[in-house]
């Protein structure tokens, strides 16, 4: 069964900080990885997405993930964060083209001014 | 473009009760969506629809749940009778099916369900 899993639960970072959020996957096949978002009263929203190509890929906002398949992993990363960053950030796998999603357990992301 | 809508935001019943939430998707959008977001933890799939039709609903516990998208547009979810465990944040999503397979699902506010 698939399965993802997010190492941190809450980070806390002053501003300018650089950011990076783990995320490890379960999944023996070809796999279609997400990271999305939660601001603070907002919907969850997609922030970056992979599904093929080069396994660097950039989201809005400044973010970027790398997929390295070797590990299993998609970390989320951005080198300077802001106060507007604070927010939840749920990683996603998705396994083949017709799966469904199935998220990891989030990352809180505080970011002190 | 409108998101997705969703009603109510917030419920609180007791245990045994009844409730139904009710969903909205984008316009034109295909495919719809049940999540369950227990607190401290990732949206879980309840169950998917396309257009009028299940597509999974291996994840929805049929004894007390039950959804329905009867003209593949709004769609309601329903729990009879409530537990405890069921307290929760129900979130709706819904996506266009496109060429290709890929689909960026879009997520309503949710409704937050406390069960005493």
């Known amino acids: 069964a698939q399965s993802v899993s997010q190492h941190n639960h809450h980070v806390i970072l002053s501003e300018a900080a650089s950011l990076e959020l783990g995320c490890n996957y379960s999944y023996g096949g070809t796999v279609n990885l997400f990271w999305y978002v939660q601001y603070p009263g907002q919907h969850l929203q997609l922030l970056l997405k992979?599904?093929?190509?080069?396994?660097l890929v950039k989201g809005i906002k400044g973010f970027e993930a790398e997929f390295i398949k070797s590990k299993f992993s998609f970390n989320l990363r951005k080198p300077s964060v802001q106060w507007s960053d604070t927010a939840e950030y749920f990683c996603?796998?998705?396994?083949?083209?017709?799966?469904?999603?199935?998220f990891g357990k989030g990352t809180k992301l505080s970011v002190k001014p | 473009e409108a998101g997705v809508a969703q009603s109510p935001r917030y419920k609180i019943i007791e245990k045994r009760q009844s409730v139904a939430f009710w969903c909205n998707p984008i316009?034109?959008?295909?495919?719809l969506y049940w999540y369950q977001q227990i607190l401290g933890q990732g949206p879980k799939l309840l169950i998917q629809?396309?257009?009028?039709?299940?597509?999974?609903d291996s994840q929805l516990p049929k004894d007390r749940f039950s959804a329905e998208r009867l003209k593949g547009v709004d769609s309601t979810l329903k729990i009879q009778p409530a537990k405890l465990e069921d307290s929760a944040v129900y979130l709706c999503?819904?996506?266009?099916?496109?060429?290709?397979?890929?689909?960026?699902?879009?997520f309503g506010p949710g409704t937050r369900l406390t069960v005493t």
């Open positions: 999503a819904s996506s266009s099916t496109l060429a290709g397979g890929f689909y960026e699902q879009y």
């Open positions: 316009s034109g959008h295909a495919t």
């Open positions: 996603a796998v998705r396994g083949g083209s017709q799966g469904n999603l199935i």
């Open positions: 992979y599904f093929s190509g080069d396994p």
């Open positions: 629809f396309q257009n009028n039709g299940v597509v999974d």
